[in-house]
């Protein structure tokens, strides 16, 4: 069952208001609940928004959020974006260097160690 008021309908908050909100809160050391009352919010909404303002800074407050992210603004789900073969070859052959030279080090990490004990 969702949350809220059954009939009330969700309100829209400018950008504009909810910098005030947020600003008017840090600036007076108010609480969530203190600054619910004053502004006639959920301290819920103000928790929300301080998180983006302190994330994002103030332009993160007037960034339309409600609905489905379009393709351009949320990060790719699922599968992966296909390589060019050149790049995924250098790649493998970038990790296989990568993990020989960990295997060598920790070869070589385990003779300093068994020199230090018969020292």
Do not use: C
């Not at 819920?44 to 339309?64: D, F, K, N, P, T």
């Not at 050149?86 to 385990?110: S, T």
């Amino acid at each position: 069952m969702p949350k809220g008021n059954p009939g009330m309908p969700k309100r829209h908050h400018a950008g504009e208001f909810k910098q005030k909100a947020v600003e008017h809160m840090r600036e007076n050391n108010l609480s969530y609940r203190e600054t619910g009352r004053i502004f006639g919010l959920r301290h819920e909404m103000l928790i929300s928004w301080e998180r983006i303002y302190l994330e994002e800074g103030a332009e993160g407050l007037y960034v339309e959020r409600r609905g489905r992210a379009t393709a351009k603004e949320s990060p790719a789900k699922g599968r992966a974006k296909k390589l060019d073969k050149k790049v995924e070859e250098d790649l493998i052959a970038e990790n296989q260097r990568l993990r020989m030279e960990i295997d060598y080090l920790k070869k070589l990490d385990a003779l300093v160690q068994e020199e230090k004990l018969q020292n």
